[in-house]
């Protein structure tokens, strides 16, 4: 802990003088028990947020140090505010570590929490093993009627996705009106918070490819169902497998298929929208597709990026905006953006 007082009278010598006095001068100054001072210097404890925003503030013209049991104290010869004329702030080096912005500040676990989460994993695997069957059997036929739609698998993808989410969320849906018909090919952009974004657009039952980085792919059950579904695979942090997705995404769209992007390009930590990514929009201008912008709502805060072995309880609300068109990426990357940033704000 670090300790600042102003003590007027205090001087080098008397801390450097044998530890008796040292002892003394110290339990005078500040004793341990409840970190109290003399009635004429007031205890102030603040979290180093709260203390600036309160006006509180400590000016250093020299420092001297010496050493307690379990912890390192340094005194401040000169300490004042503008609200105190002598005070003694005690600050602890753990206090403070989340920030004043945070969307969803660290709180203690819950054991609901926690016991909802595995019981959603648990449902979420043994809704896929069974509906994996069915996938595998059907493939074949896919392959052959339905190559690069797949409907079919999309289909078994929204009930897996259905059958996790109803028993332990309500979710609510805006502006099915916009949704393109299915066999007209789309991209869809949407803001990213949570792992429970992938489940929530599965229920919107639409036939768009995923893009998911290459090691998810290796993963039993969920891989194969990836890759049965026609998902892209793409390496972050290398060009070349960015190209090739693009390249992939355009090819689809040509065939009839839609694709989905998270243009964020990760999720969010704060829940606050992050830039948007260019590449969805290009292949959007290229090929003379709609762009649809979808707005997730109340993702990041049922099950919170990093956290993923909680659900807490919550509503999820689903904005699909009005398709827009037009052949500048930039432009259709603005425009995207600005219509889920409006609704997100319109929730704050």
């Not at 003088?17 to 603040?46: F, I």
């Not at 099915?176 to 007209?184: F, I, Q, V």
């Not at 597709?289 to 707005?295: A, G, K, L």
């Amino acid at each position: 802990m670090e300790v600042a007082a102003a003590y007027p009278s205090l001087s080098l010598l008397h801390l450097r003088s044998r530890k008796s006095s040292t002892h003394s001068s110290l339990s005078r100054l500040c004793p341990y028990k409840g970190l109290g001072c003399s009635a004429y210097n007031q205890a102030v404890l603040r979290n180093p947020y709260s203390s600036a925003q309160n006006g509180f503030q400590c000016i250093t013209t020299k420092r001297v140090g010496f050493s307690w049991p379990n912890f390192d104290l340094k005194l401040n010869r000169r300490c004042y505010d503008s609200k105190l004329s002598r005070n003694v702030v005690v600050r602890s080096q753990l206090a403070g570590t989340g920030t004043p912005d945070a969307a969803y500040p660290l709180s203690e676990l819950k054991v609901g929490s926690k016991v909802r989460g595995i019981c959603f994993y648990a449902v979420t695997a043994v809704v896929a093993i069974f509906l994996i069957v069915l996938m595998l059997v059907g493939h074949p036929f896919v392959l052959l009627l339905d190559r690069y739609r797949r409907k079919f698998h999309h289909f078994i993808a929204k009930l897996w996705a259905t059958l996790t989410v109803s028993p332990f969320l309500k979710l609510e849906i805006e502006g099915l009106e916009n949704l393109p018909s299915s066999d007209t090919p789309a991209v869809y952009v949407s803001n990213h918070q949570s792992f429970l974004d992938i489940y929530t657009l599965l229920t919107l039952g639409k036939s768009f490819k995923f893009i998911s980085k290459t090691g998810i792919f290796l993963f039993p059950v969920i891989g194969w169902a990836m890759s049965m579904m026609g998902v892209i695979p793409l390496k972050r942090m290398d060009n070349r497998s960015q190209l090739e997705c693009l390249k992939r995404c355009m090819e689809l769209i040509k065939k009839g298929a839609s694709v989905c992007f998270f243009p964020e390009g990760t999720r969010s930590k704060d829940g606050k929208l992050g830039a948007f990514k260019k590449g969805a929009f290009s292949v959007a201008a290229k090929t003379g597709v709609p762009v649809v912008p979808i707005t997730l709502m109340g993702t990041g805060k049922i099950m919170p990026s990093g956290m993923e072995g909680m659900l807490n309880e919550g509503t999820i609300k689903v904005v699909i905006h009005k398709p827009i068109q037009g052949h500048d990426a930039g432009e259709l990357c603005n425009e995207a953006r600005d219509s889920i940033a409006d609704t997100l704000g319109l929730q704050s």
